[in-house]
């Protein structure tokens, strides 16, 4: 079931000396080294019942006024944590104004409001989640790669799911 990896060393995309604001802020926030490639990320989105299990999970914990749905306001947070001007775009943050940021989120916001209520459902949380996690699998391609996850993020929960999986096996 499990794939071998193959036994090739890291490829360094996190230069600390090159990010040393993000690495301490990193710090901060409960980060961790950890190794990940695409068939970590796409294993655990073929997992549907952990998958949505995750999502309900992290859903909630944005859901800061528990109404169900996300606003805009929760969800920006959520956006920087994802380090999505970084993984899914390509680009160092730092290379963004804050006013580009804000656009940047409001665009991705917008993109993934199926229905433009201005609210974001559950089921266009997944739906947003599972492309960016694919976008960024797409990235990665075989090579596994050394990376700088936060804690209960999902490229975390992908690492800690193929862990037990492991262990189980
Ligand atoms: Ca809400
Ligand atoms: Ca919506």
Do not use: C, W
Not at 91 to 115: P, W
């Amino acid at each position: 079931m499990i794939k071998q990896k193959p036994q090739i060393s890291i490829k360094k995309i996190f230069k600390p000396n090159s990010h040393s604001e993000n690495y301490n802020k990193s710090i901060q926030l409960k980060m961790s080294v950890e190794i990940i490639d695409a068939s970590t990320i796409r294993n655990f989105l073929k997992d549907e019942r952990f998958f949505t299990k995750s999502i309900e999970e992290r859903f909630s914990m944005i859901d800061s006024n528990h109404d169900g749905r996300l606003s805009y306001a929760e969800m920006v947070k959520e956006l920087e944590k994802l380090k999505v001007n970084e993984t899914h775009f390509g680009v160092a943050g730092n290379g963004l104004t804050k006013h580009e940021l804000g656009q940047l989120y409001q665009g991705l916001f917008a993109n993934f409001d199926h229905n433009a209520n201005g609210l974001m459902d559950s089921e266009e949380y997944k739906l947003e989640v599972r492309e960016m996690m694919l976008a960024i699998a797409k990235g990665l391609g075989f090579l596994p790669v050394q990376m700088v996850l936060e804690e209960g993020s999902f490229l975390k929960v992908a690492v800690e799911r193929e862990r037990i999986v492991k262990v189980e096996t």
